[in-house]
């Protein structure tokens, strides 16, 4: 059998015998389950593709598997409370988590304890990384999400407090999720609140761009990948889809029924926790309080699958398959550092290991300048394609094309032999 | 020959003239005996046809070319026709617009007198009528002539010139503002005169002081008066410049600029929808037609370093410097004015009274204040203002601490009135200069304001600042606390003074002083509304500021403001629910902080806030009700009684059912059964509270209610009779519908609890407990258990015989309603009859030993004859429901012997239509029934 290329991590509270257990996303056939203890909400994190974290239901330990070792913890990460939600950045340079009203900020390759964020007033319920990682967003229970600049945040000057970049601070109650959209900088920000409301905001600016008032609590929240639909998981178990650039084609619209993909995903219960959308942008999984997760086509809106748990859902999360997640044979590259408690700690520690201090903060700093490179890069790359397909000189073309014939002249007859080779091998009486 | 010599000497004859006689008259002399008059032509006799005129039937084009005549009565009356003219048709104006600015534009700087103030009177009207985006093609040319006449060689036109500006301030601030480089040079040229004798120029420059006020004799009115208008004209045109400035947003400017509630509104309008809305309208949402893929301009990431353009920073005022370059030429001048107008007063005072001013001096001096404050808010951005704030420190702080701060609490001096004439010629005067009369107690606000903007930010040089810094707190602690009234503008300057001087100066005990001197005025009794919400306001902007200042943090003040919140909010009830809604902002953002204090006076006050009769939640508008039930989320501890209250809020019907619904989950949130919750939060409500609130909610009806209803007796409820065995109340409409609504959602909740089983069990002791004896039940209550128990009820569990009972009187009495219902059949009660008949079927096909139980009351032999139309009715209702059937065929006995009765007692009369249909139905069912059982003998049966 292939190894799939998109999996669905699950877990949830209730199991008495696996932590978290992986799905094929097309069979819903279980792959793989993680053992000990169960994760709470929002913190189930793959890091690099190596390893999987999550943190102890209502402990305050991180535990941490590699990928491929699905029976055995790697390493505890003691916190100082328990952690109400973890993200680690997608390059795998930084883990973040929340730990009551603080957010604290692990390097990866040292292990240290870069800052703690005590900028929230009440519990931090939800953290999210642009995919950049230049950037992250933390929402809590004070109605505030705060973006943060990673660059800021690490800066070794201590008698600063870093500061937030943005406060966002249009909900009137708790955030219960956020999500952050692609493209860095630029992306999109979505909030989803117990006022009954999902807010959409622009990172860059930090100005809000759509408010979605709502008949219930909104439990969780979502893009799919261009950023077409919002999806919404409500307190009563609905799941509620938002349109967010409607084609207004009016010879399309006379003839429909129904009302612009403004439209509701039935099915659950109660709750819905979590939500994720596949990387085509077709299947939607969501976890539910019910104590199931389902997926869903999202062009037709039916549950395709119900996936039934032993407890509330805590976290449900489509990936693409990590490289090694199958084959128990293989290491991680680099292994995991103990990772410390305090601010620091290695001053005291290994002050004599003579270690140098890498930090990235430059290269996020100067990003301005790579966007615009990159877009100048992009366009003249777009520019050559056209150049060369609509004013290719003949003259070039055709020494290409000679040469391209040759190539294949020679692949066929590597093949050939190789053809030869194997029949003869077959052929040949043992 | 002779004689034709003779002949022509006749042709010229000499004419001899003697002495003594008249000299004749000249054959070719003109008679000058007539009198001339001057031929007027006031009106002209050949109409102008081609357009409309005025009532000297001149046509615009010739008023228009009459202003360029030499005379100047003649220019004055063709503006006056010209004015009548476009008052009368102002259609000409749109035509004409251009020909008529250039033409008006060019008698400004006319010599005579009245056609100049002729011509200020048109433009003032033309401005009254032309928006500002129609004359900004124009406006260059408008000032151009304005820069001409400001600088032009005779005072009295320059004079004039003021009133022209004037006009163009009044209506068109923002096109004057584009272009301010010229006009502030135009105003130093009023004022002053530039010093570049030879030399000595190259060693001022460096200085930067080239410049001296001039002093001319000739005007019209004292040179401090003249300078007063100039400077009032300065003051204006800058704020117009400021206003101009696109608002930046942040702490400082917000809070000395606009109410300190306004947080500057970004450059996207965002999207507010509403789900329902969504779904149902047809237009699209799009989103991204606001962003696109660049970063709005508001972003404050930069793709590129923006380019400096080159030329441009001396022309305007968009750079730092070249506010600052400005700023180096003007201050010394206002400091010039400003010593003048003191030593002017103190020539005639003895020094212990220095402080005492005359109302003019008084005006220069406020005028020189504001425009320095409005010199500092040019600066087009935060960080540049206080690069500003720096310089002007550096610069002139030696210089205002010692004119300024010298005699610094000012006072008003009591002018003598024993000069009539003199005053009367200077009240005439200062009629032309039309400076308002300045209070001191603005003055030195004023002066705090531009004060403190200099103060320093870090306790750096306390010493230095301290002793002027003092002076300043002492006067604002003072005119606070004293209870001096105060206009709105003061206080919103006060208050600027205050959070600035909170700010920088970071002391606790400094910052005490300052807040409770605030507070003082606060807790005034009559307070207009604005001023109110300003003081909100304020503090909350200060509350919100907590964070990066720690002596803020635990500022007794605050602590004590925000506790008396809530006592405020219930104090103020309905009255005013503006005021409310500031309050229940600032109660929210509190409360979101965890703040204890106010947590706490929250808990105490909230059971008045929330009581369903006149607490704040029912009163205010349906905003301030969501805020308020947001608010609910952030309480430590929800007691009973406030349960009780809330309950009751949610029954009653004063808040919509929508609202009842979400202050429903909002307390399912709370309690421990909800299964959200993210870190340690501990629950606010008992499990045993929060049950009996859902099921109180459920009832919908408090037990005193309940209770009156049943000794209210009959005259409301409908009678009991044997097929209602229940005398059922029937609610209004509206109360029906909402209590419908609510009984969805505590169905909900209830639900969600975890187990169905144990759920059920508790609504079955409650309804055994507390309902099972009542004789008169409300409709809604009836329908609304008989949902609950069907949707909670699982299959493994048996209702006791008690309840069971009391649902199927419940049930056959809705039954029986709703046959009356029926009969009155009007459309309105539709969405009722629905919700009662789903209720009473979905119990029956849930509970199949209800409707057995239902059946059993039906006793025929009981009913009396017109009730027996009514059960057939019944009957072949629950026949005809699908669902049902198979429920009824177990008990097709207990069914056939009630048809059987029926048919016995209805025999007496003639068979009805009720009885045809009954027996009709129930034959289908059977056989339908029969022939499910045994296949395709029934079939045959059938035929």
Redesign the interface.
């Known amino acids: 059998m292939a190894a799939p290329l998109e999996v669905i991590l699950t877990s949830d509270s209730g199991s008495p015998l696996w932590n978290s257990t992986v799905f094929d996303l097309h069979s819903g056939s279980s792959l793989l389950s993680y053992r000990g203890g169960n994760s709470s909400a929002r913190t189930l994190v793959v890091l690099r593709g190596e390893f999987l974290l999550s943190a102890q239901l209502g402990k305050n330990v991180i535990n941490v598997w590699e990928i491929q070792r699905k029976d055995q913890l790697q390493q505890k990460i003691l916190c100082p409370g328990v952690v109400t939600c973890l993200m680690a950045s997608p390059n795998g340079l930084f883990i973040a988590a929340g730990v009551a009203e603080a957010v604290y900020l692990w390097e990866v390759c040292t292990g240290k304890l870069l800052s703690i964020l005590s900028r929230h007033y009440q519990d931090v319920t939800c953290l999210k990384f642009t995919d950049d990682s230049s950037h992250f967003v933390s929402g809590g229970k004070d109605n505030l999400a705060l973006v943060w600049s990673l660059s800021s945040v690490i800066q070794l000057d201590l008698n600063h407090a870093p500061e937030p970049r943005y406060v966002l601070s249009r909900h009137s109650l708790p955030i219960t999720d956020l999500h952050c959209g692609l493209m860095g900088v630029q992306a999109r920000v979505a909030t989803a609140s117990l006022d009954q409301t999902v807010k959409v905001w622009e990172l860059s600016s930090g100005e809000l761009l759509l408010s979605v008032l709502f008949d219930v609590e909104i439990m969780s929240v979502t893009f799919d990948p261009s950023e077409y639909f919002l999806f919404c998981g409500g307190s009563d178990g609905n799941i509620f889809q938002v349109s967010l650039c409607s084609q207004s084609l009016s010879r399309d619209k006379s003839f429909q029924s129904d009302n612009d993909g403004n439209q509701v995903f039935k099915g659950h219960r109660n709750l819905v926790t979590c939500l994720s959308v596949s990387m085509d942008g077709t299947i939607l999984a969501s976890g539910s309080h019910d104590e199931t997760v389902r997926l869903w086509d999202i062009q037709s809106k039916q549950s395709i699958r119900c996936l039934t748990h032993k407890g509330p859902v805590t976290n449900v999360v489509i990936m693409t398959a990590p490289a090694n997640m199958f084959l128990p044979d293989t290491r991680p590259a680099v292994p995991l550092p103990r990772f410390s408690r305090h601010l620091h700690a290695s001053e005291g520690d290994v002050g004599d290991a003579g270690e140098v201090c890498v930090r990235l903060g430059r290269y996020t700093q100067e990003e301005e300048e790579t966007y615009l490179q990159k877009a100048e890069r992009l366009n003249s790359l777009m520019n050559a394609v056209t150049d060369k397909s609509v004013y290719g000189d003949g003259e070039n073309t055709k020494v290409r094309v000679a040469e391209l014939e040759e190539e294949v002249q020679t692949l066929k007859k590597i093949n050939k032999d190789l053809y030869d080779f194997s029949s003869q091998l077959l052929t040949k009486p043992t | 020959m002779k004689a034709k010599k003779k002949k022509r000497q006749d042709d010229f004859q000499k004419v001899k003239l003697k002495v003594g006689k008249k000299k004749p008259k000249a054959d070719n002399a003109t008679n000058t005996n007539f009198r001339t008059k001057g031929i007027h032509l006031s009106e002209q006799l050949k109409r102008d046809t081609s357009g409309p005129t005025t009532h000297r039937q001149l046509g615009i084009n010739d008023l228009l070319s009459q202003l360029h005549h030499y005379n100047a009565n003649v220019k004055h009356s063709a503006l006056l026709g010209l004015k009548e003219l476009l008052s009368l048709t102002p259609s000409l104006l749109e035509q004409h617009l251009s020909r008529l600015l250039s033409e008006v534009a060019a008698v400004f700087t006319d010599k005579d007198g009245n056609v100049r103030v002729a011509a200020t009177r048109v433009l003032r009207f033309i401005a009254q009528c032309v928006p500002a985006e129609r004359v900004a093609p124009f406006f260059p040319l408008l000032s151009a002539h304005l820069s001409c006449a400001m600088t032009h060689i005779e005072t009295a036109i320059q004079e004039d010139s003021m009133k022209y500006l004037d006009v163009l301030l009044e209506h068109y601030p923002a096109l004057l503002a584009a272009r301010p480089a010229v006009l502030l040079t135009n105003f130093l040229e009023l004022i002053s005169h530039r010093q570049n004798s030879g030399g000595a120029k190259k060693a001022q420059e460096v200085k930067g002081t080239n410049w001296a006020l001039s002093v001319s004799i000739d005007r019209t009115v004292t040179s401090q008066q003249w300078r007063l208008s100039v400077l009032l004209r300065l003051g204006r045109f800058l704020q117009a410049v400021v206003e101009e400035r696109p608002v930046e947003e942040g702490d400082m400017s917000v809070a000395t600029e606009g109410v300190f509630g306004s947080t500057g509104e ?3 309008k ?7 809305e ?5 237009a ?5 037609e ?2 696109g ?1 660049k ?2 301009p ?7 370093p923006e380019v400096a353009p080159g030329g441009a920073v001396g022309e305007n005022l968009d750079s730092a410097e070249a506010v600052q370059s400005f700023a180096a030429t003007l201050v010394p001048l206002l400091l010039e004015v400003w010593v003048e107008a003191s030593a002017s007063d103190s020539s005639w005072n003895s020094t212990d009274s220095a402080h005492l001013l005359t109302p003019d001096a008084m005006s220069v001096m406020f005028q020189v204040l504001s425009i320095l404050q409005l010199l500092r808010k040019l600066a087009p951005q935060q960080e540049q203002q206080e690069s500003l704030d720096a310089w002007f420190r550096k610069e002139y702080l030696g210089d205002f601490k010692q004119h300024f701060m010298k005699n610094f609490p000012y006072g008003t001096q009591d002018t003598p009135k024993h000069k009539k004439k003199v005053d009367l010629k200077r009240s005439k005067q200062s009629a032309a200069v039309s400076a308002p009369a300045v209070e001191p107690l603005a003055l030195n606000i004023t002066l705090c304001q531009v004060m403190v903007s200099l103060g320093q930010r870090q306790g750096l040089s306390r010493e230095t600042d301290g002793d002027w810094l003092t002076l300043l707190r002492t006067f604002v602690r003072d005119t606070l606390s004293t209870g001096v009234k105060l206009s709105y503008r003061q206080l919103h300057m006060l208050l600027g003074t205050v959070w600035k001087m909170v700010l920088t100066q970071r002391s606790k005990t400094l910052t005490e002083d300052l807040l409770a001197a605030v507070y003082v005025y606060y807790k005034q009794k009559n307070l207009t509304l604005q001023t109110r919400s300003l003081l909100l306001s304020f503090y909350s902007k200060l509350y919100l500021q907590e ?1 990066g200042h720690t002596h803020l943090a635990r500022s007794k003040v605050l602590c004590r403001w925000l506790a008396s919140l809530p006592v405020q909010l219930s104090q103020l009830g309905h009255r005013n629910p503006f005021l409310s809604e500031r309050l229940i902002l600032s109660i ?1 953002a509190a409360a ?3 703040n204890k204090d106010l947590l706490n006076s929250l808990q105490t006050q909230a059971c008045r806030l929330y009581d369903p009769q006149e607490g704040v939640v029912v009163l205010l508008p349906v905003e301030s009700q969501q ?1 308020m039930v ?1 608010l609910l ?1 952030f309480l430590p501890k929800m007691s009973q009684p406030l349960l009780a209250n809330l309950s009751c809020c949610c029954t009653a019907g004063r808040i919509s059912a ?1 609202l009842a ?2 202050l429903i ?2 307390i399912h ?1 709370r309690s421990s059964l909800s ?2 919750s ?4 501990e629950v606010a409500l008992q499990d045993v509270d929060y049950i009996s609130f859902l099921f109180s909610t459920l009832t919908g009806f408090s037990s005193d209610k309940l209770a009156s209803l049943q000794e209210a007796g009959d005259e409301s409820a409908l009678p009991c009779s044997p097929l209602s065995p229940l005398s059922l109340y029937p609610t209004p409409l509206e109360q029906f519908t909402h209590h419908w609504d609510i009984v969805e959602e505590v169905c ?1 909740c209830l ?2 609890l975890g187990s169905k089983s144990q759920c059920f069990d508790i609504l079955q002791n409650g309804i055994c407990k507390y309902l099972t004896k009542l004789a008169v039940v409300p409709d809604s209550m009836a329908a609304g258990l008989l949902r609950a128990v069907s949707r909670l009820l699982d299959l493994s569990v048996l209702p006791i015989e008690p309840v069971l009972r009391f649902l199927s009187q419940c049930c056959l009495s809705l039954l029986a309603l709703l046959i009356t219902l029926q009969q009155e059949a009007p459309t309105e009660t539709n969405h009722k009859r629905e919700a009662i008949w789903g209720a009473c079927i979905l119990a029956l096909s849930t509970v199949p030993r209800l409707l057995r139980m239902v059946l059993q009351l039906l006793r025929v032999g009981d009913l009396s004859e017109e009730e027996l139309p009514q059960l057939g009715q019944v009957l072949s209702m629950l026949l005809q429901h699908t669902p049902l059937h198979n429920q009824l065929l177990a008990n097709t006995a207990l069914l056939q012997e009630i048809i059987q009765h029926l048919t016995r007692y209805s025999r007496t009369a003639t068979r009805e239509q009720w009885l045809t249909d009954l027996l009709y139905c129930y034959s289908l069912t059977v056989s339908h029934g029969s022939s499910s059982h045994r296949g395709n003998m029934g079939l045959q049966d059938m035929y």
């Open positions: 970004g450059r996207l965002p999207l507010f929808l509403n789900w329902e969504l779904t149902y309208s047809k699209g949402v799009k989103v991204y606001h962003s893929a970063p709005t508001r972003s404050s990431y930069r793709l590129r964070q929210q979101a902080r965890g805020r947001q989320y929508g619904a979400s989950r909002i949130l299964g959200w993210v870190g340690s939060q909900h639900e969600t």
